[in-house]
């Protein structure tokens, strides 16, 4: 069966600091990967998604990036974290035909101080 | 863009009553989602339903996508009911799912 991970749970990061958050699927191949945000405890804001190792679209323009190093495997990445930056944030996949269903995992909550 | 909206914004029921949460959309798609978040921030995954009716449990879902809106249908609900769902819709192929703002349930015993 399929999993998700990611890490860290909780992170809590001084304004100006890098950031790295990591994501990555077991049990499937070249599966699409997403990387959403939600502030304030609702809606979520799709970020970036990538369908292919190297292959990365942002959806937002803002302060973090993303990269796709190996097929199961997804970052996000910020130089300079802001204020701004602090929400939760979730990671999904999804197989790249038939259905689409998008699973997700547990989340980072990141508080920028 | 496709837009997703979704009523009522924040609900509360008691124990063992039932409920409707309803999602509209402003295009035709092909792909369809509900979704549970539970208090813990766990996005779990209720309905595939782009079209028709499926059931799971006490939860059901149906779909009019001629219509483009969607039911969840909550009954004999428990306090673990409680969360946010959130519907999100997509088309074929690689586009991501665009999510609506969610309807904040809570139940109270």
């Known amino acids: 069966s399929q999993t998700i991970h990611q890490w860290p749970a909780t992170l809590v990061q001084p304004v100006g600091s890098p950031l790295s958050l990591e994501c990555t699927v077991e049990g499937t191949s070249n599966p699409n990967l997403y990387w959403y945000r939600q502030a304030a405890g609702r809606g979520l804001q799709l970020l970036f998604y990538?369908?292919?190792?190297?292959?990365i679209s942002s959806e937002v323009p803002q302060n973090l990036s993303a990269s796709r190093p190996q097929d199961r495997q997804f970052i996000l990445s910020s130089k300079k974290l802001l204020l701004s930056d602090s929400g939760f944030y979730l990671c999904?996949?999804?197989?790249?035909?038939?259905?689409?269903?998008?699973?997700f995992g547990p989340g980072t909550r990141l508080l920028v101080l | 863009g496709i837009q997703v909206e979704q009523s009522p914004p924040d609900l509360i029921l008691q124990e063992g009553a039932n409920s409707t949460l309803r999602c509209n959309f402003s295009d035709s798609v092909n792909n369809l989602q509900w979704f549970h978040q539970n208090p813990w921030g766990q996005l779990i995954n209720l309905f595939y339903i782009p079209s028709g009716t499926k059931q799971n449990g006490r939860l059901s879902a149906t779909t009019v996508a001629t219509e483009r809106y969607s039911l969840l249908y909550i009954s004999s609900s428990q306090t673990t009911d409680s969360g946010v769902y959130f519907c999100a819709v997509g088309f074929a192929g690689n586009t991501p799912l665009v999510f609506g703002k969610g309807t904040r349930l809570s139940v109270i015993a």
């Open positions: 990538s369908v292919g190792i190297g292959q």
């Open positions: 999904a996949w999804s197989v790249q035909t038939g259905g689409l269903t998008q699973y």
